[in-house]
Nanobody
Framework: VQLQASGGGLVQAGDSLRLSCEIS????????MGWIRQATGKERELVAA????????WYANSAKGRFTISRNQAKDTVWLQMNSLKPEDTAVYYC?????????????????WGQGTLVTVSS
């Protein structure tokens, strides 16, 4: 499976940004989708995830109320809408998928990652 994230950029605190991820290469496979970020010098953090069924998305505490994960009907594109951005949201953001039945909120379960897109939030 191939994943390609895009939409990053330089914004100011309080601005919004929408990241996109195109997924290809595994038609007819069910997979959960997630957005993971890594800031310089910090561990990777799963910020949002959506199960294949599309119900009950999961958000990290740092993302709740500000970020929204969604996908299209064909399930080959997933977005991360980020509002009220803060300087601490600055990171490289990756989209990732997993194809097993393990919990969607565990970053270690995501087996396929795309190249990241850099989000920089200035104060």
């Amino acid at each position: 499976v191939q994943l390609q994230a895009s939409g990053g950029g330089l914004v100011q605190a309080g601005d919004s940004l929408r990241l996109s991820c195109e997924i290809s290469g595994r038609a007819f496979s069910a997979y959960d989708m997630g957005w993971i970020r890594q800031a310089t010098g910090k561990e990777r953090e799963l910020v949002a995830a959506m199960p294949w069924r599309g119900d009950r998305p999961w958000y990290a505490n740092s993302a709740k109320g500000r970020f929204t994960i969604s996908r299209n009907q064909a399930k080959d594109t997933v977005w991360l809408q980020m509002n009220s951005l803060k300087p601490e949201d600055t990171a490289v953001y990756y989209c990732a998928v997993k194809m097993d039945a393990s919990p969607i909120y565990r970053i270690s379960n995501y087996e396929h990652w795309g190249q990241g897109t850099l989000v920089t939030v200035s104060s």
